[in-house]
């Protein structure tokens, strides 16, 4: 079946720990909203009442997933999520910004913990059909800078932030394979620079790709 046309954007965020997600999202939908777009901003895993369920089985530091097992709860959150909220949100013309998506199975579960590509398409097929993002950032910082601004921050680290450091080289080179097979939906921005100069970047990355103007 083809994809649903939305009046809505979706435009997703990626990296590996550290990459300062969060801090741009806030700051891109903060001048999308003063643009005069209406927009919505979610997380995965999470997003709705039962994907954040499912996010606390997946964070759960006394958890022992296997790959498959991973996989198979981030493409249930996802499909719960898309469904319940980004869909819904997508029709009413809302521009969603997410918070990591299915690049993240793709680089966490498939080049961090070897689940084939072909396992994990299936599973995106299932849960999505042909939906994709409109855009995709993903930030790009060397993994030791990553992994210092992660231990600069209060709590305890989770599941993903407890993996060595070869685990996260294998995340980082996965994210770049997947903009390298993607060039029309992903763009990579260099991430290990001052705020400012991030948002800058991702500014002008979104005004380029979608076509608007945006207002700090
Ligand atoms: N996961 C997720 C999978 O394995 N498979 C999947 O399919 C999905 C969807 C989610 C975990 O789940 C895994 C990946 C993750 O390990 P989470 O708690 O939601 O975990 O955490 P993350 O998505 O990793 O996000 P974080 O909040 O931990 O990091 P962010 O959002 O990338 O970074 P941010 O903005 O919070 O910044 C981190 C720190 O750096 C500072 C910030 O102030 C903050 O202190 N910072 C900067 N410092 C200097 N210069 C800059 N330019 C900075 N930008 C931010």
Known sequence: MPAEIFAGKFITFEGGEGAGKSTQIKRLAS??????LSVTSTRE???SPGAETIRGLLLDTAADWDAPTEALLHFAARADHFTTRIAPALRNGDWVICDRFADSTRAY???????SME??????????????PDLTVILDVPVEIGMQRMNARDGDPDRYERMDIAFHERLRQGFLDIAGNNPDRCEVIAANADIEIVTARIFDCVARRL??????
């Open 31 to 36: 001048a999308l909203e003063n643009s005069g």
């Open 45 to 47: 895993p999470g997003g």
């Open 109 to 115: 579960q498939g080049y961090g913990l070897g689940l």
């Open 119 to 132: 396992a994990i398409e299936t599973l995106y097929r299932v849960a999505l059909g042909e939906f994709a």
């Open 211 to 216: 076509g608007v103007t945006l207002q700090a």
